[in-house]
């Protein structure tokens, strides 16, 4: 009985998943609550890039896809003229694996046709990227361990170099083969690194502390991705992990996730 109360007491706060989705070829949207967290290198890993650990305030709500965009989100951009790239797949598949090979100015375009779709006026409150201080929030979920599951890699649980599934170091992985931390949002760890809004910086030193994007104090010719991918080493998928990448790069280790303003 002990060791249930422990795990019990470790366990992450346990939150009311809300969704919606605003047209048939939308995202799936989580609604992510209001918070605050520990941001950065909570475990003395070692990566100056993650320091200084600093505490964030969200103080708003606001909607997280609960999947990375797909070729076939993708593909309907594409067909209504909102999208004017077509993307390669590896020879691995579309459909519902994430959509990869887009740079931040194609996902921009994605968002932009969205909005207009939606009717969201210009410069409106509607969907967009998540800023990096967003996005380790979301992936965390009230925890404070290295993966929303824990501090080691667990089979079953993420597509990445040394997780243990069928797609390690291969290929993407439909979404959601995996669970959702406890915000109801999959593959925050691995398959694809996702695009942020912030410019590259060194370390947290002057990041801002209310969920904004930091879009000063760095080079804005390289973005920040997050969450690693399919052959990333475990590590590289930590919730805490930042990679900066040109913004108008094309991989196959890259795609996104897109938010929404409440």
């Known amino acids: 009985m002990a060791a249930l109360l422990i795990l ?15 047209c048939a070829n939308c995202p799936e949207m989580v609604v992510v609550p209001a918070g ?66 887009v740079s931040s100015h194609d996902a921009a375009e994605y968002l932009s046709w969205l909005n207009r779709k939606l009717g969201v006026p210009e410069g409106g409150p509607g969907y967009r990227l998540l800023s990096e201080a967003e996005w380790e929030y979301a992936a965390r979920a009230g925890t404070t361990t290295r993966y929303f599951w824990g501090d080691e890699v667990s089979v079953g649980k993420a597509n990445c170099w040394g997780c ?45 502390r209310d969920g904004s994007a930091w879009k ?12 690693g991918y399919w052959a990333a080493i475990s590590d590289s998928v930590r919730s805490a992990y930042r990679r900066g990448a040109f913004f108008d790069a094309r991989g196959n280790s890259i795609g996104f996730r897109v938010a929404k303003s409440l």
């Not at 000063?216 to 969450?227: K, L």
Request: a negative charge.
């Open 8 to 22: 019990a007491a470790c366990a992450a706060p346990v939150h009311k998943v809300q969704t919606f989705q605003d």
């Open 216 to 227: 000063g104090g760095g080079r804005c010719s390289v973005q920040i991705t997050r969450g």
């Open 164 to 208: 243990g599934s069928s797609w390690d170091r291969k290929m993407t992985a439909p979404v959601g083969s995996f669970p959702a931390n406890a915000f109801g949002l999959h593959d925050m760890h691995g398959n694809v690194s996702e695009w942020v809004e912030d410019c590259e910086t060194p370390n947290y030193q002057s990041a801002p």
């Open 36 to 101: 605050s967290f520990e941001m950065g290198d909570l475990h003395g890993d070692g990566r100056k890039e993650e320091q200084p650990v600093h505490t964030v305030s969200i103080g708003y709500r606001f909607a997280v896809g609960r999947l990375e965009v797909t070729f076939d989100q993708w593909k309907a951009c594409v067909a209504e003229g909102g999208c004017s790239h077509r993307p390669g797949d590896e020879a691995w598949g579309q459909g519902n694996r994430p959509v990869i090979n």
